[in-house]
């Protein structure tokens, strides 16, 4: 597809479950981010990727999070042991160029996110 | 560190009538600022961005929005609102300025309602 694709587009999952949530950015583009949506909270920043460069993670909530890009395309995200406070949209953008302030950012759809 | 502030989590406008959506920045360097449109179901799309070349910017579907370095401002308007404008929306700003690794910050969001 032309956009940014995220899957599963939904996911139930029980307390203290892991969970993989995938993004395929728009092909061609070096720089892809991940943010969390949630109620009230607007869009928490969470890890970018940068071509070859080493990730920005400083937005990840705790060590139970963690990322990562392979081959400079398809990433993935991955929450271990998770928590009712991990519920929440994970939208994944991507952009051309090296990074936000000069290309726009393209978002997927988002992976809505429910632990129970 | 950067940020932004957004005032009023919802508003309500009829339709035909001015939309104004307040945003006001924190920032260190000259900043890069956004704003971000999201339609119910479906992701997050770029309005508009001030990259210091003009301090009125002017986006898609009528928007535009006003840079005031002296209020730290960046509100975002559009002189009568169409249904079709029932969104929510997010202002952000780039944590590096100019820098091209910046990632984008984002405020809380501000869900617009247009009565007919």
């Given at each position: 597809g032309a956009g940014v694709s995220q899957s599963p587009s939904n996911k139930v999952t029980e307390k203290g479950k892991d969970v993989e949530l995938r993004c395929d950015p728009?092909?061609?583009?070096?720089a892809l981010y991940w943010y969390r949506q949630s109620l009230g909270q607007g869009l928490e920043f969470l890890i970018y990727f940068q071509g070859n460069s080493a990730p920005d993670k400083s937005g990840l909530p705790s060590d139970r999070f963690s990322a990562e890009r392979t081959g400079g395309s398809v990433s993935t995200l991955t929450i271990q042991?998770?928590?009712?406070?991990?519920?929440a949209v994970y939208l994944c953008a991507s952009s051309l160029l090296q990074g936000a302030t000069n290309e726009k950012l393209f978002f997927g759809s988002g992976t809505q996110l429910s632990v129970l | 560190a950067q940020s932004v502030t957004q005032l009023g989590s919802h508003v309500s406008v009829s339709e035909g009538a001015l939309v104004l959506l307040r945003c006001n920045y924190s920032s260190s360097v000259p900043p890069y600022l956004f704003w971000y449109v999201q339609y119910p179901n479906q992701g997050l799309q770029l309005l508009l961005k001030y990259t210091?070349?003009?301090?009125l910017v002017k986006g898609i579907n009528g928007f535009e929005a006003e840079f005031k370095k002296s209020e730290t401002s960046f509100h975002l308007t559009k002189p009568s609102a169409h249904m079709s404008d029932a969104a929510e929306y997010f202002c952000a700003v780039s944590d590096?300025?100019?820098?091209?690794?910046g990632k984008l910050i984002f405020g809380q969001g501000t869900t617009l309602q247009v009565k007919p």
């Open positions: 728009i092909s061609g583009h070096t042991r998770t928590q009712q406070e991990d519920s | 210091s070349a003009a301090t590096k300025g100019s820098s091209n690794t």
